[in-house]
């Protein structure tokens, strides 16, 4: 089992930037697809982004493509999600997870899940 910790959220103005971080504690971690999601108040939760385990191979949803970028450092076995020129649209709960059977936007492929950064964007 994967134990995942994402930090980095925070309360910021529309326009700003925050970086998430998703940390694993095993090395395993370079073995999966990483996925990025988020929840909002009263709403399911969504796909924002995913990578594959090399890295070489991102997918983005509509709403964060051209703002938002996803990594990794399996060296490090961490996961990032870079977010740029942020909108109140944003707002939410920020998951990460992890998923042994490739990247995908459909959250019930992905076996582990942290417990969420809340990232909030005021106008």
């Known amino acids: 089992q994967v134990q995942l910790v994402e930090s980095g959220g925070g309360l910021v103005q529309a326009g700003a930037s925050l970086r998430l971080s998703c940390a694993a504690d095993?090395?395993?971690?370079?073995?999966?697809?990483m996925g990025w999601f988020r929840q909002a108040p009263g709403k399911e939760r969504e796909f924002v982004a995913s990578i594959s385990w090399s890295g070489a191979s991102t997918t983005y949803a509509d709403p964060v493509k051209g703002r938002f970028t996803i990594s990794r450092e399996n060296y490090r076995n961490t996961g990032f999600l870079q977010m740029n020129n942020l909108k109140p649209a944003d707002t939410g709960v920020y998951f990460c997870?992890?998923?042994?059977?490739?990247?995908?936007?459909?959250?019930?492929?992905?076996?582990?899940w942290g417990q969420g950064t809340q990232v909030t964007v005021s106008s």
């Open positions: 997870a992890v998923s042994p059977r490739g990247q995908s936007g459909d959250r019930s492929r992905y076996n582990y």
């Open positions: 095993d090395r395993a971690f370079g073995n999966y697809a």
